[in-house]
């Protein structure tokens, strides 16, 4: 059922970008060609297929593609989906007002919804995928003074990751429950579906970027050492490692420092740990929407979350 409405999915979107400037067209469209997982419409559409639902489900899109266009460009990345990245083959400014161009067309269809809680809880993730991103420019919560593994900063990593994954998976599946005019039990519950998974989903990400070839991914690998970024793996391979500890205080500004960071995370269990505490997360999105009747919906979000653990790309 779902698998027929994703066909579909693409072609609305494409249709909601077309814009009468040829070149801004090819921009704006230029991700939708790539192969894109469509996690986040997918959620949606499990959730419920109401016409309602399937506008959510291209808004959701609309939203991450407009966020990949501009994170391509923060991350100076040069591949995406298996091709080269928009800021690559067409340059910064035309990458970036292409994601404003999709955030714009995806208030419009959101506006069209008529539905103030969901325009809110969705014009809420666009605020929180740039708190995120910002949280992460500043990388750590380290204090200077004190300059070890904490606590806090397994914590700070998390709000952040909330804030520019978690946030729109697991909004977009309150609103799609919302539209469908659930019960506040369901409601809530699709919301923690949603940001488990988002929070596994990333933690997943950031693990696969040590350890899977661009190739493979689509995109750059090793890329977040690269930026100076401290994910999980290596958070957790810090914590017991003066040496990784020191590389991080000084942000990897050395010759050869990331380098020998990677070696380290690489010889450490951290890599383990992110994978166990993405299980975790599974587990959690899972026993969320126990309530759920049985259907083939509800398996069809058992078995997403589930493979959000044995994903390659
Ligand atoms: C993915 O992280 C980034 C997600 C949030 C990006 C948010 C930005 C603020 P990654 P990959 C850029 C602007 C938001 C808008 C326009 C809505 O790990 O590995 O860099 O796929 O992702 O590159
Ligand atoms: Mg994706
Ligand atoms: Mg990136
Ligand atoms: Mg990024
Ligand atoms: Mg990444």
Redesign the pocket.
């Known amino acids: 059922m779902v698998a027929k409405e994703m066909k579909f999915l693409t072609g609305n979107i494409r249709q909601l970008l077309g814009s009468g400037h040829p070149s801004l067209d090819t921009v704006a469209k230029y991700y939708t060609q790539g192969e894109g997982k469509h996690v986040r419409p997918l959620i949606v559409l499990l959730i419920d297929i109401l016409p309602s639902q399937r506008r959510l489900a291209e808004i959701t899109e609309l939203?991450h593609t407009?966020?990949?266009?501009?994170?391509?460009?923060?991350?100076h990345?040069v591949s995406?989906r298996g091709n080269p990245s928009a800021n690559l083959e067409f340059g910064n400014k035309m990458a970036v007002l292409a994601?404003?161009f999709?955030?714009g067309r995806a208030s419009v269809a959101l506006a069209r919804l008529r539905d103030p809680e969901v325009t809110e809880l969705l014009a809420t993730v666009?605020a929180n995928?740039?708190e995120?991103?910002f949280m992460q420019l500043k990388n750590t919560a380290r204090d200077e003074k004190n300059p070890v593994w904490t606590k806090e900063t397994i914590t700070y990593y998390l709000q952040k990751t909330y804030l520019?994954?978690a946030s729109l998976i697991s909004k977009s599946a309150r609103a799609a429950a919302l539209l469908g005019g659930s019960d506040t039990a369901t409601v809530d519950a699709a919301y923690l579906y949603g940001k488990n998974l988002g929070l596994a989903f990333?933690l997943v990400?950031?693990m696969l970027?040590y350890t899977v070839t661009a190739e493979e991914l689509g995109?750059?690998a090793g890329?977040?050492l690269e930026l100076g970024l401290a994910t999980a793996p290596l958070l957790f391979a810090w914590e017991n490692n003066k040496e990784l500890g020191a590389l991080v205080g000084r942000k990897f500004e050395k010759e050869g420092d990331v380098a020998r960071a990677r070696e380290l995370v690489l010889q450490s269990n951290g890599l383990e740990q992110t994978r166990a505490l993405a299980e975790e997360y599974v587990n959690q999105a899972i026993a969320s929407i126990e309530m759920f009747p049985e259907s083939e919906a509800k398996a069809g979000l058992i078995e997403m979350a589930h493979k959000t653990l044995k994903r390659r790309n």
């Open positions: 939203i407009a966020s990949l266009l501009h994170d391509d460009v923060i991350d990345s995406r994601g404003d999709l955030l666009i995928l740039v995120g991103e520019k994954s990333q990400d950031d970027d995109k750059p890329a977040d």
